[in-house]
């Protein structure tokens, strides 16, 4: 709970957080591309 708290204190974390997950998200795409074709 306490974590959660603080990620809505700080917008940035949360952005940064999101962000990293953009980046694991396209790559999983391309691997996935890599392996089917």
Do not use: C, T
């Not at 306490?2 to 809505?8: A, L, V």
């Amino acid at each position: 709970m306490s974590k959660d708290k603080g990620e809505k204190k700080d917008p940035k974390k949360k952005a940064a957080k999101s962000l990293i997950e953009k980046r694991a998200d396209k790559k999983a795409k391309q691997e996935a591309k890599k392996k089917s074709g």
